[in-house]
Nanobody
Framework: QVQLVESGGGLVQAGGSLRLSCAAS????????MGWFRQAPGKEREFVAS????????DYADSVKGRFTISRDNAKNTVYLQMNSLKPEDTAIYYC?????????????????WGQGTQVTVSS
């Protein structure tokens, strides 16, 4: 069992930056691939970024590539999402997720554990 808690969301102006954090419980965090997903009102939850258990591989949605960076610190049981050059269309609830079944993930269906989400709002 893994429990995930996101933090770092908030209100920023377009062009600004935020860093989201996802703190995980458990002693085997380093064996989990981690992902970030987001869901806007009226939309399905969509893939944003993921990182392998050892941090050597990452994947990004085309919509955030070059602007967002996912990273992890296994010693702190934490995964991060650095978001730069934010756009109003980035507004959503951001969720972190975890799985031991895949090296990296690109679909919400691949994940076994989810956090509660943190709101990111980007104003124009």
């Amino acid at each position: 069992q893994v429990q995930l808690v996101e933090s770092g969301g908030g209100l920023v102006q377009a062009g600004g930056s935020l860093r989201l954090s996802c703190a995980a419980s458990g002693r085997t965090f380093s064996s989990y691939a981690m992902g970030w997903f987001r869901q806007a009102p009226g939309k399905e939850r969509e893939f944003v970024a993921s990182i392998s258990w050892n941090g050597r591989s990452t994947d990004y949605a085309d919509s955030v590539k070059g602007r967002f960076t996912i990273s992890r610190d296994n010693a702190k049981n934490t995964v991060y999402l650095q978001m730069n050059s934010l756009k109003p269309e980035d507004t959503a609830i951001y969720y972190c997720a975890a799985t031991k079944r895949y090296y990296t993930v690109t679909s919400r269906l691949q994940n076994d554990y989810w956090g509660q989400g943190t709101q990111v709002t980007v104003s124009s």
